[in-house]
T-cell receptor
Framework: NAGVTQTPKFQVLKTGQSMTLQCAQD?????MYWYRQDPGMGLRLIYY???????DKGEVPNGYNVSRLNKREFSLRLESAAPSQTSVYFC???????????FGQGTRLTVV | AQSVTQLDSHVSVSEGTPVLLRCNYS??????LFWYVQHPNKGLQLLLK??????LVKGINGFEAEFKKSETSFHLTKPSAHMSDAAEYFC????????????FGTGTRLLVSP
């Protein structure tokens, strides 16, 4: 069982470069999320998608865009990377209701 | 709006002594509550969850948590700490309305000394 798979695991970007973080889940979940994790701040929601074809902003959306390509895949794009976007990024998925979310292993991104 | 407060950023215990990680939540509805654990440079693993059934919830690795509505708390406990419990722990709340986003606390780092 793969669960939630994120690629890449590590990435170093120069300021102003762009990149896309990929996420795929094989649990047939409708809901998918992108979080960023910074020391002392827990995980903060960047964007989420309630179902295929819908996306909404979370707590910290500035500088990011997302695409829900299909039910399985939810990508996060940085159009022009900035040092403030240095972070660990987690993708997650869940069913609706009271259930928990399942997380990928994370992408450690450094912007220099 | 829902929110979570983890009352301690760091907790230090000796191996074999009890663990208490404190979490208070704010929610307009009866929420779901979760504890996740993150070992260094790893992803997040679910420890346990409360979803309006029994108020005392047992999780993996000997952890348990008690939902106390009157105190809006969901503290995590373990009778005897093990070295392998050293990690960061997150309390998470999810409301059963709207999009049902998960909201994270800022985390508690548990240090276990021999």
């Amino acid at each position: 069982n793969a669960g939630v798979t994120q690629t890449p695991k590590f990435q170093v970007l120069k300021t102003g470069q762009s990149m896309t973080l990929q996420c795929a889940q094989d649990m047939n979940h409708n809901s998918m999320y992108w979080y960023r994790q910074d020391p002392g701040m827990g995980l903060r929601l960047i964007y989420y998608s309630a179902s295929e074809g819908t996306t909404d902003k979370g707590e910290v959306p500035n500088g990011y865009n997302v695409s829900r390509l299909n039910k399985r895949e939810f990508s996060l794009r940085l159009e022009s990377a900035a040092p403030s976007q240095t972070s660990v990024y987690f993708c997650a998925s869940s069913e609706e209701g009271y259930t928990e979310a399942f997380f990928g292993q994370g992408t450690r991104l450094t912007v220099v | 709006a829902q929110s979570v407060t983890q009352l301690d950023s760091h907790v230090s215990v000796s191996e074999g002594t009890p663990v208490l990680l404190r979490c208070n939540y704010s929610s307009s509805y009866s929420p779901s509550l979760f504890w996740y654990v993150q070992h260094p440079n790893k992803g997040l693993q679910l420890l346990l969850k409360y979803t309006s059934a029994a108020t005392l919830v047992k999780g993996i690795n000997g952890f348990e948590a008690e939902f106390k509505k009157s105190e809006t708390s969901f503290h995590l406990t373990k009778p005897s700490a093990h070295m392998s419990d050293a990690a960061e722990y997150f309390c998470v709340v999810r409301e059963p309305t709207g999009f049902q986003k998960l909201v994270f606390g800022t985390g508690t780092r548990l240090l276990v000394s021999p």
